[in-house]
């Protein structure tokens, strides 16, 4: 099992920044990718950034410019900085990993609980 925890979220008001943080730890082969889903109130969850271990970077074109993803892949951490906060970014953020177990298992996908972040106007 693998097990992800992330922190950073909070209330800030609009134009303020926040940065969240998450790690995966327990039963990791291999981690293959690393990121960021958000979901806002009443709206379905969508990618907000990811990283891949070949440092292949991607980012939702509603935060490209203000969010910057990145990780340390020895820790399995990343880190996401958001910066010009905007109201319509509020909602739960989710900190998901794609790792191996095993060097003969498929890769899957695991979740963080999720972290609110609550951006005023």
């Known amino acids: 099992q693998v097990y992800l925890v992330e922190s950073g979220g909070g209330l800030v008001q609009a134009g303020g920044s926040l940065r969240l943080s998450c790690t995966a730890s327990?039963?990791?082969?291999?981690?293959?990718?690393m990121g960021w889903y958000r979901q806002g109130p009443g709206k379905e969850r969508e990618l907000v950034a990811q990283?891949?271990?070949?440092?292949?970077?991607d980012y939702a074109a509603s935060v490209k410019g203000r969010f910057t993803i990145s990780s340390d892949v020895a820790k399995n951490t990343v880190h996401l900085q958001m910066d010009s906060l905007k109201p319509e970014d509020t909602g739960v953020y989710y900190c998901?990993?794609?790792?191996?177990?095993?060097?003969?298992?498929?890769?899957?996908?695991?979740w963080g609980p999720g972290t609110q972040v609550t951006v005023s106007s």
């Open positions: 990283i891949t271990s070949s440092y292949i970077l």
């Open positions: 327990g039963a990791i082969f291999r981690t293959n990718a």
């Open positions: 998901y990993a794609d790792v191996q177990t095993s060097p003969m298992s498929y890769a899957n996908q695991f």
